[in-house]
């Protein structure tokens, strides 16, 4: 049974294919629900507000990328995780820029698609296993709330921006190059790029960083990686 149970809302439009993953996903112990298309997702992910959403790119009403980018429009920190047959880097630097915290191309393993789940809920896990608030400058990194805060204002990132700004964090003024931040943050990936920790360092940026242009608090080092500002 999987370190943390979760409910994970499934939305794709092949039934079988839905079914097979809430199989596998129940033996972990967590409870899923399944729907079929875009608009549903969007119902019941605001209606029941899951841990976790997997979400099939091509589905009827409202594709999966449209799905994702209106709940972060909405600032939902639901941890997402995209399913499609599109495998090129370019089809998946768009579903991290629009806030994905995973991407994972068809044919699905499922044992390969629930260590993937595995990894994101242990990133995520339960408040009552996280640690105190961290505070650098203005910046504060509620882990307990899987909340960020910049001059009191929540932040909503996603699971992935939250796992390397709480990393750095916890550190401030060490350096930890992309591959410690993959292997760190990132958890059970293949095939990660050093492209996809930047792209989701610039999605950060945007939201906690006044100027992203200037950054105060995560750092590029040059050569190296990023640090967080001792400050």
């Known amino acids: 049974m999987a370190s943390v149970t979760a409910r994970i809302l499934v939305a794709d439009d092949d039934p079988k294919h839905a079914q097979l993953i809430r199989l596998y996903l129940e033996r972990e112990g967590h409870h899923v629900l399944t729907v079929g298309d875009g608009r549903a997702a969007l119902e019941q992910a605001r209606a029941r507000r899951p841990d976790l959403l997997i979400l099939d790119v091509m589905m009827p009403l409202v594709d999966g990328l449209d799905v994702c980018r209106i709940l972060r429009a909405e600032a939902s920190s639901i941890a997402i995780l995209l399913v499609t047959a599109r495998s090129s880097e370019n089809d998946m630097l768009l579903g991290l820029d629009i806030g ?17 789940v595995r990894a994101l809920l242990r990133r995520i896990g339960p408040a009552d296993e996280r640690s105190a608030t961290l505070r650098v400058g ?5 882990a307990g709330r899987f909340e960020v805060r910049v001059g009191g204002a929540t932040v909503h990132l996603t ?22 931040i993959i292997d760190r943050t990132f958890g059970f990936e293949q095939d990660v790029s ?21 950054p ?16």
């Open 159 to 180: 699971a992935k921006e939250f796992g390397i700004v709480e990393l750095l964090a916890r550190e401030p003024g060490r350096v930890f190059t992309r591959g410690q």
């Open 216 to 231: 105060r608090y995560v750092q590029t080092v040059y050569g190296r990686g990023y640090r967080m500002a001792e400050q």
């Open 100 to 116: 994905a915290d995973d991407y994972l191309a068809k044919p699905v393993s499922p044992r390969e698609l629930t260590a993937r």
């Open 194 to 214: 050093e492209r996809t920790v930047d792209a989701h360092v610039v999605n950060l940026r945007r939201k906690i960083e006044a100027d992203p242009a200037e």
């Open 138 to 142: 203005d910046l504060e990194v509620d």
